[in-house]
């Protein structure tokens, strides 16, 4: 407990005249090195005074109220967080002070010598968890889908109002606001889909058929993917469940996706005949054209015999060569719908932002208001 005046110098314990401190702050910082003072009554009419001996020559003199002053070329940079905050820095002897209040209830000041500055974003980081606003730059990518796939409703609202209007939008009367909705469902729609439609099946690091990309990671993503895509395309996504079917079961004997697509060399020929027999419209399972047209397809010797059957039976054989051959079918289909709804890209994300048009129109309608 600190005696803003003194014991020494007649202050007494009223209200008024007392006010908590950390103890390094206290003992070391008021009492020893006189860089920091207190003035004023409290609660409310509290001054700080930073970097200074007593009260001379300070970097920072604040009082509630955003009343802040800086000198010795010290920078301020206030928050607005809907009470008060402000963070200043003083570049000469590299000090940071941070003060937070929050009206009629606290105000807590932080002063460290802090030559990177790790106060000072903390500090920011807090400031923009406390007042349910976004850090910097968090409605770029937000603002960027609203211009571009909603031109008529936000191409000539600057990027100020927007983020102001985003602000504003963030809770409702019943809880999470429009804002929440586009950040948490339109945007992840977007990404699920976008981070597939651009994660080809071979290609290198950034394909799906490279030995680090796990059949049961794969499986999770599609299902997300196609649980996303049911709801604007109805058709993909039915097209797709069959892939997803496959790998709930495979990823438990393929570990990654190169296993599922890669078969022996010796059964590439082979592989055609199965696709031409599997292929949309037969209706036959991958046991009835295995049994069927592979056991007599040229070169299935040649395939049993090969090194990566080496020591099986040959009814392990047939099994393990049937659902790779499965495994690569099922993943080729995948890769002809992954390109033909690449083609309809722009298409696709425009459906996708139109599912949230309510929560749109809430953001343009503020917009406009805050434009008056």
Known sequence: MHHIIRRSQGGTDDPWNLITLCEAHHLNILHNLMTFAIKGKAPHDLIFIFGATSDSNPFLVYQKGFKATVMRGASLQPFPAGDEAVYARDAANKDSVAILGRTGKYLVAMHAYDPKNTMGK????????????????????????????????FKNIPDDIMIKALDEKRVSLVGPGPTVDLEQY???????????????????????????????????????????????????????????????????????????????????????????????????????????????????????????YKGMSGAEIDKAFREHMEARYQLERYEEIRKEMLQNREKIIEKIVSKYDDRINSIHKACKELMK
């Open 186 to 308: 339109m945007m992840k729609d977007i990404l699920a889909f976008t981070g597939m439609l651009d994660t080809p099946l071979t290609g290198g690091k950034k394909s799906l058929v490279y030995d680090k990309t796990k059949t049961d990671d794969f499986k999770d993503e599609l299902w997300d993917f196609v649980t996303r895509l049911k709801d604007f395309l109805p058709e993909a996504a039915s097209r797709l469940i069959g892939v997803v079917d496959f790998f709930k079961q495979a990823h438990k004997h393929m570990v990654t996706v190169r296993d599922a697509f890669v078969i022996p060399k010796a059964g590439e020929n082979v592989y055609i005949v199965y696709k031409s027999h599997r292929g949309p419209g037969t209706d036959q399972t991958p046991e009835s054209v295995y049994d069927t047209w592979v056991t007599k397809a040229p070169g299935i010797n040649l395939v049993r015999s090969s090194a990566e």
């Open 122 to 153: 903390h500090f920011s980081a807090l400031i923009a968890k406390l007042s349910g606003a976004p850090p910097p730059g968090k409605y770029k990518e937000l603002i960027t889908v609203l211009k571009t796939y909603k031109p008529l409703l």
